[in-house]
């Protein structure tokens, strides 16, 4: 795909087709823009230029599999319908069908997870200085759309835990991945070293995973098999000293599984050495070493070598030289704080939902409908999002008018920003995806008003190290553990690969690595 460079040559190469604009190009947004047909101009705006296979991202993480294989461009010769502009939705204009978009292109946090806000900055004087030299804020400029799809996706959740923004490890895009196989690498090499005291040493072997859910577990798997199955032969000395924590809030990880296959899981972890720490709340994680009453006269962070003092409230202080943070996400700001003005009704792309006069729809003020625990868009079953009017009064009375409702006919949210009404669907790339390529069927059939999405479980799965997994399905397949669920996690991420690059090149990766130079390639 050639880029169009300026507006008047995106506007010139438009023709008579619609605009579709779609915010985000993470698994619905990706996934929808390939999908669309040529009789529309696809333009995609995001803050990064690729798209990321976010089940892989543990393997990259450990030197599986290449970085390369998690990634697809949006830029494409194969789509050359879909247009692309690096940037974030700074805004979003209902009535004049525009969006407001700020440049992001020159940026030191491009490929890392988002746990904030962008405009709160709590960078590490590493990336401040990345940052020396920078504008604050990128350059503006508005796009028209005939239909926008919202999949800006969310970000990492930290619930407020002190230091966690600052200091830990994300798993959320390739820059995370590449930063922990640093750091992993970078743990034992210091560990190795013959200035190296006992106790630093024992700190840097002790790495931390806070969250139970399959990305958490998964990373624990993989990192367990990097420590045994390669690294046990470069550092020998070193392994029988690795320790690896798995934190979590709930009283059992992995709790989407079914009890019997939640205690297989256990019982795997605990074979391979992995501790699992449940019901336990992090308070803290601060950067420097672990404090003694010995190590009074001793600067903890500038002799740390990078490693990190974790904070819980069952077991007080202790030293990891690395901390992954995967504890679920949190909702999208340009969602939480864009997308929750007030706007005049729309009257030109949405339509009411109740009986009301038209003249009574102008008069009042209108806005987003959203969940009002997770803040999700709500949407219908056709995927398309829901306004509400803003209540006459901050207070309910007997006087007050009931909320008025409508529905945006060309303003559609996908992905794990929205919520599908009454339909409680995982926040999962399985979701995303067949939301997309449903959304795409119908646009390019033109039949959306006759068609309803419906979800399909394929049911779940994770890794559990040393070439075991488990399954979880509603059909024939049922509940399946061990090796066999290992191989069917794997052909399942085979075929979920979207290029066939990618999927001619993961199946290879994995045969290399397990097979001709074992794991010693990463």
């Not at 868009?377 to 008025?404: G, T």
Request: overall charge neutral.
């Amino acid at each position: 795909m050639r880029a169009t460079v300026g507006l008047d040559a995106l506007d010139a190469s438009k023709g008579d087709r619609e605009r579709i604009v779609i915010l985000g190009s993470g698994w619905a947004g990706y996934v929808l823009s390939q999908r669309l047909s040529a009789k529309y101009q696809t333009l995609v705006i995001s803050p990064r230029s690729y798209f990321v296979f976010t089940p892989l991202l543990n393997s990259t993480a450990t030197g599986t599999l290449e970085f390369r294989t998690a990634l697809e461009p949006v830029r494409s010769k194969r789509k050359p319908n879909v247009e692309f502009m690096q940037g974030w939705a700074d805004d979003v204009d209902l009535g004049r069908k525009t969006i407001t978009i700020e440049e992001n292109v020159v940026d030191p946090h491009q490929g890392r997870a988002m746990a904030e806000d962008r405009r709160e900055d709590h960078s590490t004087e590493e990336v401040k200085s990345e940052k020396k030299g920078l504008r604050k804020t990128g350059k503006r400029w508005e796009v028209s759309y005939d239909k926008l799809v919202i999949t800006v996706g969310c970000y990492s959740q930290t619930f407020g835990t002190k230091g966690v923004k600052e200091n830990a490890f994300f798993m959320k895009d390739v820059g995370d991945a590449r930063r922990i196989r640093k750091r992993v690498l970078e743990c034992f090499e210091v560990a190795s070293l013959p200035t190296t005291s006992e106790k630093l040493r024992e700190q840097l072997l002790r790495f931390a995973i806070v969250g139970g859910g399959p990305t958490g577990m998964e990373f624990a798997a993989e990192l367990s098999d990097l420590v045994h199955q390669d690294l046990s032969e470069l550092y020998p000395a070193l392994t029988p000293k690795v320790r690896i924590a798995v934190y979590d809030v709930a009283e059992q990880v992995l709790s989407m599984f079914d009890d019997k296959l939640g205690k297989y899981a256990m019982e795997t972890f605990r074979r391979e050495g992995v501790e699992v720490k449940t019901s336990h709340h992090v308070q803290e994680l601060r950067p420097g070493l672990l404090r003694t009453g010995s190590d009074e006269n001793m600067d903890d962070v500038a002799d740390s070598q990078g490693c990190y003092t974790l904070t819980t409230k069952e077991d007080g202080d202790v030293g990891v030289g690395l901390c992954v943070w995967s504890t679920g996400n949190m909702m999208n700001p340009f969602v939480q704080k864009a997308l929750d003005k007030t706007y005049g009704f729309p009257s030109s792309s949405a339509s009411i939902t109740n009986d009301e006069e038209l003249d009574e729809l102008d008069t009042k003020e209108w806005m987003i409908e959203k969940h009002p625990k997770t803040g999700a868009i709500i949407v219908d079953d056709r995927l398309r999002v829901q306004l509400h009017s803003k209540p006459s009064s901050p207070s309910p009375s007997s006087n007050a008018k009931p909320a008025s409702s409508a529905t945006m006919t060309d303003v559609f949210a996908l992905g794990d920003n929205a919520m599908i009404r009454d339909a409680q669907l995982p926040a999962t790339a399985q979701t995303a995806s067949q939301q997309a390529l449903w959304l795409g069927k119908r646009l390019n059939k033109g039949d959306l008003k006759s068609q309803q999405f419906t979800f399909r479980n394929l049911g779940i799965m994770t890794y559990l190290g040393n070439s075991k997994g488990l399954v979880q399905t509603e059909g024939w397949l049922g509940d399946v553990s061990g090796r066999a669920a290992w191989l069917i996690w794997r052909g399942a991420y085979l075929t979920m690969s979207v290029s066939w690059r990618n999927k001619i090149l993961i199946p290879v990766y994995w045969y290399v690595c397990s097979f001709i130079v074992g794991l010693k390639g990463r």
